[in-house]
């Protein structure tokens, strides 16, 4: 049996203003965009960028809107990213340094979905 990871699933509140923000943040490029549904690529995995609909299942929203994913990236240019972020209305937090040998912070979309970035340091 095969099994391999192909998307991430991100709930929004209104795809066209989330679609911005990704695009800025990430530099990505939309691949589909028709509401409810959009997605992009970013490192080939396909993030899908979703919002609510009659079509979802109950709790839908309070499953995949807003809430931690769990997903970390890496950059050599943490802060440089931090700032990107907010100036496209996300929000940050303070950049921590670990022993393990990195620098990470969180940070979050639009809606409150939130990831961890970090930075290799050795």
Known sequence: MKIKFTSVLIGVKDILKSKIFYENVFGV???EVRPPFSSFI???IEFQIEENSADRSSNW???YLGTPKGLCFETDKIEDFLKNVSSNRGNVSEIKTYSWGYREADFSDLDGNSFIVEQKII
């Open 61 to 63: 929203d309070k499953k």
């Open 29 to 31: 490029v939309f691949d």
């Open 42 to 44: 970013l490192n080939g």
